[in-house]
């Protein structure tokens, strides 16, 4: 079934209904830095297709939404939640999240502010909100965050420019690596995912070009079991996979490992693999715990 382009409320978003009449389980999907719909799509007609009411959602770069990732509202999610709770064909009780890269550092933070999201996979995320990206996002004295709540700037890490880690490890991985040891900005910063509101499950390849997820996601599980989460949650780290891991391998973008200037880390053979398995273990989540 063809998504319907959504448009009421602020939002910009395609929802995907499953072919089966009455109320489906909701999800809401969120992309990365990219900021296009094409993706984010992609993964929601294949949850459409196994019964759930997805929401593929922008949240900058595009029509009248923020032109960069910084400084995007957290009520624009609550609004997105709002939007799903209203519609006839989903459950409002059993409304989810997927999120991959900067789309899972919103899922873990969506969910920590919001309680009416009751479970959530995170693909590649932080554990910590970070500096948003935009043209100034290399000028320290001009840095903002990625994330504003009630008209205030939700606590980042800043980019800091660490020349031996960005030499060692590349430049983005350099970056965020060089970035974490502000250990001040970090405990600012950190996302407290004890308050979100249900389970939760963490994927990420251990060769990661752009930033550490599979570390990051251990400091989510650590908090989590030093707060006695209420909730089910696991982490599921793959050797030798890189960044990319939503959806299944057939989703994959035609294109080398290190096409242009963004290598994301991982192999051809690695990063299939991976990304089958996580999709595997992502419908048998939401199977689980929001059907």
Known sequence: MEPSAVRGNGLVANFHRPSTSGAHPGIIVIGGAGGSLRSTSAVG???????????ALAYFGLE?????????????????????CAQPTVDPSKIGLVGTSKGGEAALLVG???????????????????QGIDEAWSNASASKSSWMLDGKPVPFVPFRMDNDCIERYGFYLGLYLGSL??????????????????????????????????????????????????FSFQ????????????????LAPARPIGAG???????ESANAAARDDAWAKACTFFGTYLK
């Open 64 to 84: 009248h939404l923020p032109a960069r990732l910084r400084e995007v509202p957290l009520e624009y999610f609550k609004r997105a939640i709002e939007w799903m």
């Open 235 to 250: 982490h599921f780290s793959y050797d030798g996979a890189g960044h990319l891991l939503a959806g299944p391998s057939r």
């Open 181 to 230: 040891q502000d250990q001040q900005a970090v405990e600012r910063a950190v996302i407290p995912v004890e308050r979100i509101n249900g389970p939760l499950l963490l994927l990420s390849g251990t060769d990661d070009a752009i930033w550490p997820s599979s570390t990051m996601c251990e400091q989510v599980v650590e908090r989590l079991r030093g707060r006695e989460f209420a």
């Open 45 to 55: 007609s294949l949850l459409a297709e196994q019964g759930y009411a997805a929401l």
């Open 112 to 130: 920590a502010t919001y309680r009416e999201i009751r479970a959530i996979v995170a693909y590649s995320p932080s554990h910590v909100v970070f």
């Open 261 to 267: 200037d963004m290598a994301i880390g991982g192999t």
